[in-house]
């Protein structure tokens, strides 16, 4: 990795990693990982961890993993690590080869386990799950000690043993850690290491039947891999006590657990679980769906990896949980966009407007690819008698503060001419379905022939020329801005149905032909967007609402 990069600003991680690096405890080394559990889509949450995880790495010189927490065999899958790996690479980090799976340390872990088993401080217990929890005791009131907490090492040995050979039934016995059912921290009530399941699991197929609990499995995957900063969320905090008991007793190499509030947006969900109940009801149409808060979904709406990591980081590394807004992340993608994007025109909701003082002939305008950016150019633009404009760009009685296309009104089209609205032709219905103009020759954009201001510039394309596509636009999934929030409500109770609105339809530019799949534009005074990847077909284009524009069409006429 390249250690030139810019830093992340300053945090309480990093103070722990100076000091760390002072005081020699690691050999000057910092290594990191990223741990996800392949049982669904990342999510915008996990980009933070992912930017985190791999930036330290970056910033120190150091390493990070990518490691599969895979420990639980009956919710994981490939679909899941394949796209994991994806996203991660899509938003620019790079685990150089280490990729490991928690199940390539199963062994290892067994290896352990016995060896709490013959210090004495592991035990194989026989209470039915429900008998655990419940001597288990509540946070305020201690728990009780299980009948078969004093087996002898022996025994448990033996059990343990045949726990793994496959001789028991699901449930029928546990391996816990001897510890304190007294404890006020519940963790520490002696957890269970290990659960009989006999489960199929995507890496070790059937050789295990007794599968390890995360909180057994995680912290000695870190250690195993020489982890020396273990960023995890804030719910694993009073898991430390818990992992660092493990590792004392193991004496293995101790990383540092360091804890960091999860990242939140309000108008979403992040749970996984919940998630995958939005995919599995087909309330959405995939984990990729752009209306969903997945990495894969960002980049099929037409997110840039570089808006969603400057995003994250931006947001900054907490102590303490806190809600983000979701227009900070859309501020970072216009941002982003507005300097890459090249501008072009492209009608939603399209009106024939037909100029009758025109020549019969097609002229060719100059239009700027993005002002932000001289060097993206220019391009040519037809222009004709017939022309699509934005229905909501005419008003046949417009409010007091419309000033854009009315009876008798002009305005300017955009690197054109000023135009003024003659006539308007409806059918039977009273529907207005054309409109006769003129235009004003003297007027031309750029020309300089004539100093007439008009108060509003619009959007149009050449009816010959225009291109015709399908536009997606999007609103947020929720209409509330904490779906989870109510505990008597479902949060599917809180969806948007009006979250995608699909125009056939549209009219854009000729030279949008030519766009691919993932290719972005802004659409002028519409917003960004971008083809989609998944519904476009050679004769269909679909483009997807990235995001829309703050900016209107008062600044747009200020540059004319
Ligand atoms: P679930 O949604 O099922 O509770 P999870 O979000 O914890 O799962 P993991 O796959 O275990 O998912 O997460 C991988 C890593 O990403 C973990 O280190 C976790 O702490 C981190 N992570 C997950 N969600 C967030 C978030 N919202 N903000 C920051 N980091 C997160
Ligand atoms: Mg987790």
């Given at each position: 990795m390249n250690q030139n990069e810019k830093s992340l600003p300053s945090n309480f991680i990093k103070d722990r990693i100076d000091d760390d690096l002072k005081t020699g405890k690691y050999a000057g080394k910092v290594i990191t990982r990223f741990p996800p559990e392949p049982n669904g889509y990342l999510h915008i949450g996990h980009a933070k961890s992912i930017a985190l995880n791999f930036g330290l790495a970056r910033e120190y010189n150091g390493k990070c993993n990518l490691r599969f927490d895979d420990t639980n065999p009956t919710k994981e899958e490939q679909e899941y690590v394949d796209s994991i790996k994806e996203d991660i690479k899509w938003l620019g980090f790079d685990w150089e080869g280490r990729e490991y799976y928690a199940s390539d340390y199963f062994d290892k872990l067994y290896e352990y386990a016995i060896k709490l088993v013959k210090k004495g401080v592991a035990y194989v217990d026989s209470l039915s799950s429900e008998e655990i929890k419940e001597y288990r005791g509540m946070p305020t009131s201690p728990g009780k000690?299980?009948?078969?907490?004093?087996?002898?090492?022996?025994?448990?040995?033996?059990?343990?043993?045949?726990?793994?050979?496959?001789?028991?039934?699901?449930?029928?016995?546990?391996?816990?850690?001897?510890?304190?059912?007294?404890?006020p921290n519940m963790n520490l009530r002696d957890p269970v290491l290990y659960r009989i399941k006999h489960a199929h699991h995507h890496r070790t197929g059937d050789k295990w039947c007794i599968y390890p609990m995360y909180d057994w499995a995680h912290g000695q995957s870190d250690s195993i891999e020489g982890i020396t900063h273990s960023i995890c969320t804030l719910e694993f905090e009073n898991h430390r006590p818990l992992y660092d008991w493990f590792i004392d007793q193991l004496e293995i190499h101790h990383p540092s657990q360091i804890e960091f509030a999860r990242?939140?947006?309000?108008?979403?969900?992040?749970?996984?679980?919940?998630?995958?109940?939005?995919?599995?009801?087909?309330?959405?149409?995939?984990?990729?769906?752009?209306?969903?808060?997945t990495i894969s979904a960002f980049r099929r709406r037409g997110y840039t990896p570089e808006s969603i990591v400057s995003f994250v980081e931006g947001v900054g590394v907490a102590k303490r949980d806190n809600v983000v807004d979701i227009s900070v992340l859309e501020y970072a993608i216009r941002q982003d966009l507005n300097k890459k994007a090249m501008r072009v025109m492209a009608v939603i909701n399209p009106l024939k407007i037909v100029i009758t003082n025109y020549p019969d002939e097609i002229e060719y305008l100059d239009?700027?690819?993005?002002?932000?950016?001289?060097?993206?150019?220019?391009?040519?633009?037809?222009?004709?008698?017939?022309?699509?404009?934005?229905?909501?760009?005419?008003?046949?009685?417009?409010?007091?503060?419309f000033h854009r296309l009315s009876p008798g009104n002009e305005v300017r089209l955009r690197y054109a001419y000023i135009i003024k609205c003659e006539e308007v032709i409806k059918d039977e219905l009273g529907n207005i379905i054309e409109l006769r103009c003129s235009y004003d020759p003297d007027t031309k954009s750029g020309s300089g022939k004539s100093d007439k201001k008009v108060k509003g510039t619009i959007h149009w394309v050449s009816a010959p020329h225009a291109f015709e596509a399908e536009i997606r636009l999007y609103d947020r999934l929720f209409n509330v801005e904490n779906p989870s929030g109510d505990k008597d409500k479902d949060f599917l109770d809180f969806i948007n149905p009006q979250s995608l609105e699909i125009k056939t339809k549209c009219k854009l530019e000729p030279g949008l032909k030519d766009a691919k799949p993932g290719d972005r534009f802004q659409f002028e005074r519409q917003g960004y967007f971008c083809v989609d990847t998944k519904y476009t077909t050679l004769d269909k284009p679909v483009f997807n609402r990235v995001v829309t524009l703050r900016d209107t069409w008062a600044k747009i006429a200020s540059r004319q």
């Amino acid at each position: 990795m390249n250690q030139n990069e810019k830093s992340l600003p300053s945090n309480f991680i990093k103070d722990r990693i100076d000091d760390d690096l002072k005081t020699g405890k690691y050999a000057g080394k910092v290594i990191t990982r990223f741990p996800p559990e392949p049982n669904g889509y990342l999510h915008i949450g996990h980009a933070k961890s992912i930017a985190l995880n791999f930036g330290l790495a970056r910033e120190y010189n150091g390493k990070c993993n990518l490691r599969f927490d895979d420990t639980n065999p009956t919710k994981e899958e490939q679909e899941y690590v394949d796209s994991i790996k994806e996203d991660i690479k899509w938003l620019g980090f790079d685990w150089e080869g280490r990729e490991y799976y928690a199940s390539d340390y199963f062994d290892k872990l067994y290896e352990y386990a016995i060896k709490l088993v013959k210090k004495g401080v592991a035990y194989v217990d026989s209470l039915s799950s429900e008998e655990i929890k419940e001597y288990r005791g509540m946070p305020t009131s201690p728990g009780k000690e299980s009948p078969y907490r004093n087996r002898t090492v022996d025994e448990n040995l033996e059990l343990f043993e045949k726990m793994k050979n496959g001789e028991f039934e699901d449930g029928e016995h546990v391996l816990r850690a001897k510890i304190d059912m007294t404890s006020p921290n519940m963790n520490l009530r002696d957890p269970v290491l290990y659960r009989i399941k006999h489960a199929h699991h995507h890496r070790t197929g059937d050789k295990w039947c007794i599968y390890p609990m995360y909180d057994w499995a995680h912290g000695q995957s870190d250690s195993i891999e020489g982890i020396t900063h273990s960023i995890c969320t804030l719910e694993f905090e009073n898991h430390r006590p818990l992992y660092d008991w493990f590792i004392d007793q193991l004496e293995i190499h101790h990383p540092s657990q360091i804890e960091f509030a999860r990242l939140n947006l309000n108008y979403t969900v992040m749970s996984k679980r919940k998630l995958l109940q939005l995919v599995e009801q087909k309330i959405v149409d995939g984990w990729d769906d752009p209306r969903m808060p997945t990495i894969s979904a960002f980049r099929r709406r037409g997110y840039t990896p570089e808006s969603i990591v400057s995003f994250v980081e931006g947001v900054g590394v907490a102590k303490r949980d806190n809600v983000v807004d979701i227009s900070v992340l859309e501020y970072a993608i216009r941002q982003d966009l507005n300097k890459k994007a090249m501008r072009v025109m492209a009608v939603i909701n399209p009106l024939k407007i037909v100029i009758t003082n025109y020549p019969d002939e097609i002229e060719y305008l100059d239009a700027v690819n993005n002002p932000e950016d001289e060097s993206m150019g220019k391009r040519k633009i037809p222009f004709g008698k017939e022309l699509w404009i934005e229905r909501e760009d005419f008003q046949e009685v417009p409010h007091k503060k419309f000033h854009r296309l009315s009876p008798g009104n002009e305005v300017r089209l955009r690197y054109a001419y000023i135009i003024k609205c003659e006539e308007v032709i409806k059918d039977e219905l009273g529907n207005i379905i054309e409109l006769r103009c003129s235009y004003d020759p003297d007027t031309k954009s750029g020309s300089g022939k004539s100093d007439k201001k008009v108060k509003g510039t619009i959007h149009w394309v050449s009816a010959p020329h225009a291109f015709e596509a399908e536009i997606r636009l999007y609103d947020r999934l929720f209409n509330v801005e904490n779906p989870s929030g109510d505990k008597d409500k479902d949060f599917l109770d809180f969806i948007n149905p009006q979250s995608l609105e699909i125009k056939t339809k549209c009219k854009l530019e000729p030279g949008l032909k030519d766009a691919k799949p993932g290719d972005r534009f802004q659409f002028e005074r519409q917003g960004y967007f971008c083809v989609d990847t998944k519904y476009t077909t050679l004769d269909k284009p679909v483009f997807n609402r990235v995001v829309t524009l703050r900016d209107t069409w008062a600044k747009i006429a200020s540059r004319q």
